[in-house]
C-alpha cells in the first residue's frame, strides 16, 4: 500500500521536527501495511528550496534503511497562478518524478476554480491531486466530478473517517466513485499521526469493491 501524503521528511516543514519522529512516524507505516512513502512537504510559490528538499531526502534515505518501506519525494503545492512555470522550471516537485502533482487550495476564497485550475495543469500534461477534499464541505460534490473530468484525481485524509462530522462528504464521494485516495497527511506521531484503521474500516465494510483500489498492493502512479 502506498502514502501519497505524508509530512514525515523532518526538519522542513510543520510536519516531523527530527530524525527520531520520523523513525516512529515509519514504524506505524509498517505497523499499518504501508511500504511505499511520497513524502511531501510544502512548497509554495515564496517557500520553493528544491535543492535542499532533494538533499534532506537523500539523508533520510540514508539513516532509515533499516525500514522496509521505500521512499520517493514529492512535494505537496500550494496552488499559485504560476504553478505550471514552477513545475516547468523544476522549483515545484511533482510526485516521485511523474506527471502526478499534489495540490492543494486556499479554503478562504471562493472554490470555484478549482476545476478550472486541474484544467490548466492538465493541459499542460499533469496529473492534479486534489488534497483532502474534506477540508471544502461547502464545494457541491458535482464539482468534484467535474474536477475529476477535468483531468484531476481526489484525495481524502484518513483521519476524516474518524470524525462523525466529516463522514457524510466521504460517503457521498466514495458512492459517486470520486475517491482516487485515501492518505495519511501525517505530521507527527502522536497528533496527525499514520492511522489507516477507520478508514479501512468503512470502506472495507460500506463500499468494499474500492478496496484494493485505496489500499491494495497497485497505485496509480505506478511505483
Ligand atoms: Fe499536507
Request: with cysteine.
Amino acid at each position: 500500500m502506498i502514502d501519497i501524503h505524508s509530512h514525515m521528511l523532518p526538519g522542513v516543514d510543520d510536519g516531523s521536527p527530527s530524525l527520531a519522529v520520523t523513525k516512529n512516524i515509519l514504524a506505524r507505516y509498517v505497523e499499518e501495511g504501508v511500504d511505499k512513502v511520497i513524502c511531501t512537504p510544502h512548497q509554495h510559490s515564496d517557500l520553493l528550496r528544491p535543492a535542499l528538499l532533494k538533499e534532506r531526502f537523500a539523508e533520510l534515505q540514508r539513516n532509515v534503511s533499516e525500514f522496509p518501506v521505500g521512499l520517493y519525494l514529492g512535494a505537496e503545492l500550494y496552488y499559485c497562478e504560476n504553478i505550471v512555470d514552477l513545475l516547468a522550471s523544476g522549483q515545484f516537485l511533482t510526485l516521485a518524478g511523474t506527471k502526478y502533482v499534489l495540490v492543494e487550495f486556499s479554503t478562504r476564497h471562493e472554490m470555484v476554480y478549482i476545476p478550472d485550475a486541474v484544467y490548466e495543469l492538465s493541459v499542460a500534461g499533469y496529473v492534479p491531486i486534489v488534497a483532502h477534499i474534506e477540508r471544502y464541505p461547502y464545494f457541491p460534490l458535482k464539482q468534484w466530478a467535474e474536477v475529476r473530468e477535468n483531468g484531476g484525481l481526489i484525495q481524502l485524509n484518513a483521519s476524516c473517517f474518524a470524525k462523525k462530522e466529516n463522514l457524510g462528504l466521504a460517503k457521498k464521494a466514495l458512492k459517486g466513485g470520486l475517491v482516487d485516495f485515501i492518505a495519511s497527511d501525517a505530521h507527527g506521531d502522536v497528533h496527525r499521526r499514520v492511522d489507516f484503521s477507520a478508514a479501512k474500516s468503512f470502506v472495507n465494510k460500506k463500499f468494499p469493491k474500492y478496496s484494493d483500489a485505496l489500499f491494495g498492493s497497485q497505485n496509480a502512479l505506478g511505483l
